[in-house]
């Protein structure tokens, strides 16, 4: 399958993947939720190409995850805002903190903390069920056929 192609799956992973899965459009979005809205901003905290950096942030408008809002004229000048649609990525992103975290954060321990504003603590990521609250596992999970199934479960 080419990269193209995973816009037009029935997967609901392929098709995201077709917006968010480049390596530079997460770190794109990484950086918006830790503050950065300008076009500069991104391109000196990831040291990528203008070019690059252009056609991700014009595909993630494009899709309706950023926009582009106009904060200086002559020359006009651009910051990006989350959409609705963006701020979702929020949990995406606070999973992969915690895998990199786990993972990959050496010795000294994560590079970042979270906190709670609403209590105040230091806290780490969970997901959970949205009808009983309770953390979700893998070995909590079953898949079963939605309306929209195309028939591509694997059979156990």
């Known amino acids: ?8 799956q029935e997967c609901s992973v ?10 530079w459009t997460l770190m ?6 830790l503050g950065a809205s300008r076009f500069e901003e991104f391109h000196r905290s990831l040291g990528i190409s203008r070019t690059i950096l252009s056609e991700r942030l014009q ?5 309706g995850v ?8 002559n020359p006009t000048r651009y910051k990006y ?5 963006g701020l979702d990525l929020h949990a995406v992103m606070m999973m992969i903190v915690k895998w990199g975290d786990t993972y990959y954060s050496g010795e000294k321990g994560p590079p970042v903390e979270y906190h709670h504003k609403s209590c105040g603590q230091t806290f780490t990521p969970v997901l959970a069920c949205s ?5 979700v596992t893998p070995f909590e999970t079953e898949v079963r056929a939605g309306a929209n199934y195309p028939g591509l479960l694997p059979t156990r």
């Open 66 to 73: 950023v926009r582009r809002i106009a904060y200086q004229e």
């Open 59 to 63: 595909l993630l408008e494009k899709e």
């Open 14 to 23: 392929a098709r995201s993947l077709a917006v968010i899965g480049d390596r």
């Open 28 to 33: 794109i979005v990484r950086d918006m939720f």
């Open 131 to 135: 009808e009983c609250g309770e953390a």
């Open 1 to 8: 399958m080419k990269w193209h192609e995973l816009a037009e």
């Open 81 to 85: 805002r989350f959409t609705a649609k």
